[in-house]
């Protein structure tokens, strides 16, 4: 072993016993410079273990990984030391929003947030934006929005509504950059919604290509609620379970029914959670999501007047929460997501505290890892629960499970570097998202992201960002069909 300097940082290099070749260790990589190998201590490997290892990479590709953290090649490596190494994060609900509302959020804005955050990948949802991800067109705009402004890698979601469902439009044409279809209820302007149908016909998307109804809805609300618009309680009465436990029961009847595959997006009531568990157990192809604010956000604690805490579903109470955890750590819930979904201040009406009128939306993309990690390892989960619950589950849903989510030959070279035990404060200087309202500004969390790796390339380290963007947009075969 000797040592050497390059200006003010010290290089270690490591001698090769089977060879004359050397290795450089801990050198001052630029960002935006090409990964050749990562090496920690603590890297989450393949076969659900948590180890030394060297991973080696080619043209953006996980070329081999190396149990033991013995360096066989002469590269350049990037010592993580003992911090822990992972796939990158997939986050597959996002809204990006643009373009149509960029003011607010952007691929550039989003992107780098999710760097910030360990998150590799996104997918974008299909509404917010205007236009809507519903036909060819449309996408195409999209992609020319995002094109030169994505920091890590972006695809996007295709929508079903009255018209497009039996058309090869963009719910079946991969070529163009979609990977799944979703279906939503009526709402705002720029939401989606396939129409009831007494025969059901229009509802159920076609067997083939098998993408997965991504499905959500809302029941008629016929009952008195509290009327003092800035309780919380108020807004949390006007969406009560029996809403979302209706709308799930139709989806898993359909899924069912039908044995198409079908994703219940942001599940926030825990009394849902039996209708899951037994249509999963008769067999149903059904995967169900829930989102960190439910996970770590809870009724009781939200303040008067705080609608930056608004969010459809809403939080629920603490009790609710205690549910989802163990139907998370049983996995009768396959997968969290941030539900990135953020807006301008005004919507939020900070100024009145109305949560009747406020937009209803949650920022979350940047601190995802943080959020789950600080209450799951209170909680007795592990590491690998970690990869499981945000890369491996959530790449299998968007078609990308033999390209994302795993430290693996053949896999991208996308990979997080982070602390767990280390402990940060949430402050607005810090955010990266284009809005920096979230109800978690001031949490204390655990586990810091210090390098994002995306195809192979140094993208993000300690604040700072590379130069130019180097994610892609993501294509999805047509044949390629995760079941």
């Not at 080619?58 to 822990?84: N, Y």
């Not at 804005?109 to 997918?123: D, W």
């Not at 799944?180 to 209820?185: F, K, L």
């Not at 953020?342 to 993309?365: R, V």
Request: net charge neutral; proline share 6%.
């Amino acid at each position: 072993m000797a040592t050497g300097t390059r200006g003010s940082h010290m290089i270690w290099f490591h001698e090769n016993r089977d060879s004359s070749c050397f290795s450089i260790l801990n050198a001052d990589m630029e960002l935006g410079s090409t990964v050749a190998a990562v090496k920690s201590t603590r890297v989450c490997l393949g076969n659900q273990q948590v180890g030394p290892a060297v991973i080696l990479i080619r043209d953006g590709k996980i070329h081999q990984v190396l149990p033991g953290g013995e360096v066989t090649e002469d590269v350049e490596v990037l010592d993580a030391g003992d911090s822990v190494v992972m796939p990158g994060i997939v986050d597959c609900h996002v809204h990006v929003n643009e373009p149509g509302r960029t003011s607010w959020e952007g691929f550039w804005t989003a992107t780098r947030a999710a760097a910030a955050g360990g998150v590799t990948t996104i997918v974008d949802m299909p509404l917010n934006s205007i236009p809507p991800t519903t036909t060819l067109a449309n996408l195409q705009e999209k992609l020319r929005e995002a094109t030169g402004k994505c920091f890590v890698d972006t695809a996007f979601w295709g929508g079903v509504i009255p018209g497009n469902q039996k058309t090869p439009s963009v719910c079946r044409n991969s070529q163009h950059g979609t990977v799944r279809t979703s279906a939503h209820d009526p709402g705002r302007s720029g939401r989606l919604q396939v129409l009831p149908d007494p025969q059901r016909r229009g509802r159920v998307p076609s067997r083939e290509p098998r993408r997965p109804a991504h499905c959500h809805g809302a029941a008629e609300r016929n009952r008195k609620c509290p009327t003092d618009p800035q309780q919380y309680d108020t807004f949390l009465q006007s969406r009560p379970d029996i809403m979302e436990v209706e709308a799930i029961r139709s989806v898993v009847q359909l899924c069912t029914e039908y044995q198409v595959r079908c994703h219940v997006v942001h599940l926030s009531s825990a009394q849902a959670l039996p209708i899951i568990q037994e249509a999963k157990k008769g067999g149903a192809p059904l995967t169900v999501e829930t989102t960190h604010h439910y996970l770590n956000l809870s009724a009781e604690n939200v303040p008067t007047g705080a609608t930056q805490f608004k969010c459809c579903p809403p939080i629920r109470s603490s009790h609710n929460q205690d549910q989802l955890w163990a139907a998370l750590k049983a996995g009768h819930i396959d997968m969290v997501v941030s539900d990135h979904s953020p807006c301008t201040a005004d919507l939020k009406k900070l100024d009145s505290g109305d949560f009747t009128q406020a937009w209803g939306g949650i920022s979350s993309l940047q601190f995802g890892l943080p959020l789950f990690w600080s209450s799951a390892s209170q909680k007795g989960f592990q590491l690998v629960d970690a990869v499981r619950l945000m890369c491996q589950n959530t790449a299998k849903l968007c078609g990308l499970g033999q390209q994302k989510g795993r430290l693996a030959p053949g896999y991208d070279a996308d990979l997080v570097i982070w602390d767990p035990e280390r402990e940060f404060e949430i402050k607005e200087e810090g955010i990266h998202h284009k809005n920096k309202m979230t109800p978690y500004l001031g949490v204390s969390l655990r586990g810091m992201v210090k390098s994002t790796i995306v195809g192979g390339h140094l993208v993000y380290r300690d604040g700072s960002f590379s130069a130019e963007p180097l994610g892609k947009t993501l294509l999805v075969p047509p044949t390629h069909d995760e079941a």
